[in-house]
């Protein structure tokens, strides 16, 4: 299966400018499906970024994170080509991990 | 007679020594505690289960913050899809180590809590669901102090499910 990130790294000379997009439910516990049986809570609630080792953002989230959620950020000190890798871990346990380069 | 006085001196001492020592214990697991809790690693599961603003800020800081014009927060004035509201904020503060989101009438009023380690620039967009219109608050944490700023989002459309 393809990964549930997505994510642009581009870099802007001295910084590097992260976007990620993660495929993620995002469920708040309090909804209910149209049987009327309530959707239990499933969020996602460390996703990690990490450059040469190092972290370089760490993102908790809580169940108010929409669905599918979207981040920006922007760090220095990594240059055109090196990698970085990405992974979250949700409530559930679940995880998944990604790497991509900065363009 | 000097004898008979000294013993209950001696006992005084021992336990208000005693005393003393429990009150510094118990004051350096309240005041440690919330401070570690924004800094490290592990994920903030007590703040998240608080219901209103101020008692999350506290479960996550346990500090005060003060409104600075140095943080801006962006948010659109009226949000059509409380599911999906974009919701950012950049600082000129230095030495940032977090930037956390807070909806203050969500059922539990954080949002997401970010660490900024050194080298990354203090800005983060993200997009948030809220309940109903109410205020999102941002917090700044730079160099040990806690900055806010505050903007009203209308919502037409919940983003609870409702």
């Known amino acids: ?103 | 007679m000097t004898i008979v006085h000294s013993i209950p001196a001696t006992r005084r001492l021992i336990l208000q020594g005693a005393g003393s020592v429990a009150l510094f214990g118990l004051g350096g697991i309240l005041f440690a505690a919330p401070a570690t809790a924004a800094a490290n690693d592990k994920y903030p599961e007590e703040a998240f289960k608080q219901k209103s603003d101020a008692d999350a800020i506290k479960a996550l800081y346990g500090k005060p913050h003060e409104a600075s014009d140095k943080v801006k927060l962006d948010a659109p004035e009226i949000a059509e899809n409380g599911a999906v509201v974009p919701v950012s904020v950049t600082t000129t503060l230095s030495d940032v180590t977090s930037i956390a989101f807070f909806v203050s009438e969500n059922p539990n009023a954080l949002a997401a809590s970010y660490q900024i380690p050194a080298g990354t620039t203090p800005s983060v967009a993200n997009r948030l669901k809220m309940a109903k219109t109410c205020n999102v608050i941002a917090i700044v944490e730079s160099s040990g102090k806690l900055y806010s700023a505050t903007k009203e989002v209308k919502v037409t459309v919940g983003g609870c499910g409702g």
């Open chain 1, 1 to 103: 299966m393809a990964s549930t990130i997505r994510v642009r790294a581009i870099s802007n000379g001295d910084t590097t400018e992260v976007q990620a997009l993660v495929q993620h439910p995002m469920d708040t516990g309090l909804v209910k499906d149209a049987q009327g049986q309530t959707i239990p809570p499933h969020f996602i609630q460390q996703l990690t970024f990490e450059h040469n080792g190092k972290k370089v953002f760490l993102a908790n989230w809580g169940p108010a994170v929409s669905k599918d959620p979207y981040v920006k950020f922007a760090f220095k000190g990594a240059n055109k080509g090196d990698e970085i890798k990405i992974s979250w871990v949700d409530n559930k346990g679940a995880n998944d991990a990604t790497t991509a380069k900065i363009q």
